[in-house]
């Protein structure tokens, strides 16, 4: 019986005490076997270096339901959601504080998931027709796990651009030269989206100037803008 220590044969069912190992029955008899439940211990492991505190094992005996101790570790940009008896999650899962029975000494692994990240924030860099955005996460915390990815949206016109880490910047097109734009961004991770960032400070997109030299000769104009996207009609000197 697992988890049991066989003491030995008794005439009741519910005997905690063996008989002597010589008996001579006195007619047809039922003789029940005698366990003892053995004593095991819960340990419970952090299941991540960086996470800190302690959680002490429990005593307990195999057979008889028994509350968990309460989770004493924490890490850095995430939560505890549960106990595992395999280190990936893929076996049973117990709750905080949950009971157990056991039938042999056990080790729980806590589970983590990451919180949903904070707010970023933004600066850009002006280009012609387009910006160049450059995204800061915001560090992992007690409140704040970090993002796995952003999506940047400009002010005005809604037009967006989304990367992933490692990267830090993503490039809009499409923006009007001579317009002052603003950036906000949002931080993603398997949990959730963080607010909006603070608006970024203006930029405005510029053309480029084209100047002609007519080398001796005479042309008219003598200069233009390049806006990306419109090509240019080149004059004849």
């Known amino acids: 019986r697992t988890g049991y220590t066989f ?11 063996a008989m002597a190992s010589s008996y001579t029955p006195p007619s047809t008899i039922t003789l029940f076997a005698v366990w003892q439940a053995n004593s095991y211990t819960v340990t419970f492991d952090k299941n991540n270096a960086s996470a800190t505190g302690t959680t002490a094992s429990l005593g307990i005996v195999a057979g008889t339901p028994k509350a968990l101790t309460a989770n004493g570790f924490s890490l850095v940009g995430f939560t ?10 893929s076996g049973t899962s117990y709750s905080d504080l949950q009971n157990i029975t056991a039938f042999a000494n056990t080790t729980l692994y806590a589970q983590w998931r990451i919180r949903a990240p904070g707010a970023p924030t933004v600066s850009a860099t002006a280009g012609n027709g387009r910006a160049t955005v450059t995204v800061t996460g915001a560090a992992a915390s007690s409140t704040a796990g970090v993002a796995s990815s952003f999506t940047v949206t400009s002010n005005p016109g809604g037009l967006t651009c989304t990367f992933s880490s490692p990267d830090t910047s993503c490039v809009i097109s499409g923006l009007t030269n001579n317009t002052s734009y603003t950036f906000t961004a949002t931080a993603t991770n398997s ?4 607010a909006a960032s603070a608006a970024s400070s203006s930029i405005t997109p510029q053309g480029f100037t084209v100047t002609y030299n007519a080398n001796s000769g005479t042309v008219s104009p003598t200069s233009d803008n390049f806006n990306a996207g419109s090509p240019l009609t080149l004059p004849l000197p």
Request: hydrophobic share 30%.
């Open 7 to 17: 003491l030995g044969w008794n005439t009741s069912a519910t005997a905690t005490t």
């Open 80 to 89: 505890f959601s549960s106990w595992n008896t395999v280190a990936n999650g």
């Open 191 to 194: 949990t959730g989206t963080s």
